[in-house]
């Protein structure tokens, strides 16, 4: 059996329109997540009281329920208390969410790498917290946690296809509705095998050179 070409090269606008919808809530995911994580795992380092254990509470709230269900609750939930947000606000709120954790957890390993004797030298020398952790802990715990978050931010990108849940149009929203219609469900999903790999791998080959480029700035090989 060949390929429906016709059927092809009419959803390829689709497609197109999909993956770019698809790439904008990933982008704002994955960006908010880096914030949220970073953030918490700050507050985590330092123990900063009445805040450590609702960051470790979110910690583990977010990693041990699906983003699915994290969706339907943001999406019909939150209406019941009468907050109303509208479907894409909901995908990048759950990605950053559910990212936000994944992060925090990468970001603490990073900062904890850092050895005590650089932190007493950056205090003995009157640096401040802020002035600590920007100068001395976070140079060196981006190149110790680069691996994790870009592994993170992987994640976040294929976990977009959980969105369409909530009736986003996103690559997965789209390959379904023309499987309804259309019945083509080999070149429906052909073309959206190929959509995420023209979406990942750009990026998955963007975070290995940069885990290259970061590796050699630190040990010279």
């Known amino acids: 059996m060949g390929i429906n070409w016709e059927f092809v090269i009419t959803a390829l606008p689709l497609y197109e329109k999909a993956a770019w919808l698809t790439l904008k809530l990933a982008l704002w995911g994955i960006l908010s997540s880096l914030v949220i994580g970073l953030l918490c795992s700050i507050v985590l380092y330092y123990k ?3 805040l450590a254990p609702l960051v470790r509470g979110y910690i583990e709230l977010s990693r041990n329920t699906p983003l ?6 943001l999406y019909y939930g939150l209406t019941k208390l009468g ?5 894409q606000t909901c995908a990048i709120v759950g990605l950053a969410f559910l990212g936000g954790s994944y992060m925090a957890e990468a970001f603490r390993g990073g900062v904890e ?3 005590k004797s650089q932190i007493e030298s950056g205090l003995s020398i009157g640096l401040s917290n802020l002035q600590l952790i920007r100068y001395v802990i ?3 715990a981006f190149s110790v946690t680069l691996p994790s978050l870009g592994a ?4 976040l990108l294929k976990e977009t296809s959980i969105v369409g849940a909530i009736a986003i149009p996103d690559l997965m929203h789209v390959t379904q509705d023309l499987i309804g219609m259309y019945y083509q469900t080999f070149e429906a999903l052909l073309m959206l095998v190929i959509a995420y790999l023209i979406l990942l791998l750009p990026v998955s080959f963007f975070l290995t050179w940069l885990e290259r480029k970061v590796r050699y700035a630190e040990f010279g090989n």
Not at 83 to 87: A, H, K, M, P, Q
């Open 68 to 73: 699915l269900i994290q969706l339907f609750f």
């Open 138 to 140: 976070l140079p060196q």
């Open 83 to 87: 907050i109303v947000l509208s479907e």
């Open 113 to 115: 790498s850092v050895s």
């Open 152 to 155: 993170n931010c992987i994640f």
């Open 48 to 50: 900063t009281k009445g």
